[in-house]
């Protein structure tokens, strides 16, 4: 397994992945890109250029976890804000997904301090979106302790926990 991430000398981050890690990496961030799809606006050409968009809030959990109300208490300015925001958003999360599909691969992966900050943008999308298909609760540590590895949830578990151990490693490298 990876030892984590480091820091280089020229403000970047270094880690070696082996070739089953690069692979669920790219699985992972590839099906969280699939979800993301480009946000949505209006025919109108000044709607289109300023990327405004809809104002529905999504009806898939991880899509609501992705892109969470901003007014928990009032729908119009949540809508009103969704609506602006969003298509934004999408793509900001959609190119972020990109930087680390093109930079993840097999051996020594060495990342500037901006592709190291849209791989820590990623690796926490692709990690909220696996947190709200498992049900993930701050108790996870304890149920991954006490969970036998025959059980049909191990592996998915294991996956969480190993991303959350590469985010960290990620933050104490770039800080």
């Known amino acids: 397994m990876s030892t984590g991430f480091t820091s280089s000398r020229d403000g970047g981050v270094t880690i070696t992945l082996d070739a089953g890690e690069a692979s669920i990496l790219r699985s992972l961030v590839s099906q969280v890109l699939d ?3 480009p946000g949505a606006t209006g025919d109108d050409p000044l709607e289109r250029a300023l990327g405004i968009g809809t104002a529905e809030q999504p009806s898939d959990p991880v899509l609501a976890r992705l892109f969470p109300s901003a007014y928990a208490d009032d729908d119009e300015a949540a809508a009103e804000f969704r609506r602006y925001t969003e298509a934004t ?5 959609r190119a972020d997904a990109e930087t680390l599909l093109e930079t993840a691969g097999q051996g020594r992966v060495q990342l500037t301090a901006e592709q190291a900050l849209a791989w820590l943008r990623a690796l926490n999308d692709v990690r909220l979106a696996l947190g709200v298909r498992l049900e993930v609760t701050e108790e996870i540590h304890d149920e991954l302790a006490d969970m036998p590895e025959d059980d049909p949830r191990y592996p998915a578990y294991v996956t969480y926990d190993w991303l959350t151990y590469l985010q960290d490693t990620l933050v104490r490298a770039l800080w």
């Open 35 to 37: 979800l993301v799809e």
């Open 89 to 93: 958003l999408r793509e900001g999360k």
